[in-house]
């Protein structure tokens, strides 16, 4: 069992920035991906950044070149920088990690950026 704890949302003017940071305990030398989605009411869960354990990165196209994932292996604890936010990504931010076997999800934090 892995638990995944969120933390570092809230309200933020359009064009700032925010960092988001997860820490994830238990289990944790079973985590390979670590990640953040993001979900808006009425709309499915989406993938906003994953990375490997070996730092390897991906993103939506909607937020290249703003945010940006990292991860600290010996802290179990990943990280999204978000910079030049805009009002589009308002939503609630979800940390996942995943093992071999299951998909793991933190409760989530919301981030709100007004215009």
Known sequence: QVQLVESGGGLVQAGGSLRLSCVASGSIYTINDMGWYRQVPGKQRELVATITRGGNTNYADSVKGRFTISRVN?????????????????????????????????QGTQVTVSS
Not at 75 to 98: F, G, H, I, W
């Open 74 to 106: 010996a802290k179990s604890t990943v990280y999204l920088q978000m910079n030049s936010l805009k009002p589009e990504d308002t939503a609630v931010y979800y940390c996942n990690a995943r093992t071999w076997v299951a998909s793991y999800w933190g």
